[in-house]
């Protein structure tokens, strides 16, 4: 993954026109609630990311995200062994507009408790910025 984001403090509503992240704010209201409440059901978690108010402006936004695997010898550093990209919609070389594209990706994160959690990692991955 680069070191810095390619595009800096896109709006949040250009996500939705440009990206098409339509789901952004709730996946991210999920996110958020599920880091600060691990144990909540998916139904708990679906109530209380609803009562989540974001104060989220814009983000920067990465459009290649590569995964290398963790090699402690050094042999295998350049291996890409997966990837994640993102292109926001624009025109072709006939004036034609190409709708946005991503991958999405699951991240698997762990709690206090060691029980293993299920993020989806949408096409987006962000700072956020006030």
Known sequence: MSKHPLVQR?????????YGATFFLPALARFVTCMINPDL????????????????HSVSVYHKIQYN??????????ITVDSIHV???????HGREVPAHFDTGLVYTHN??????????????????D
Not at 69 to 77: I, K
Not at 115 to 126: G, T
């Open 69 to 78: 695997p963790v090699d402690t010898t050094q042999q295998n550093a350049n």
């Open 10 to 18: 896109v709006p949040v509503e250009e996500l939705v026109d440009q």
């Open 41 to 56: 059901t998916a139904m708990q978690l679906e109530c209380a990311s609803a009562q989540i108010i974001l104060l989220v």
């Open 87 to 93: 292109q926001p919609k624009c025109k072709d070389s």
């Open 112 to 129: 206090e408790a060691g029980r293993k959690i299920d993020h989806m990692l949408f096409q987006i991955i962000s700072h956020y910025h």
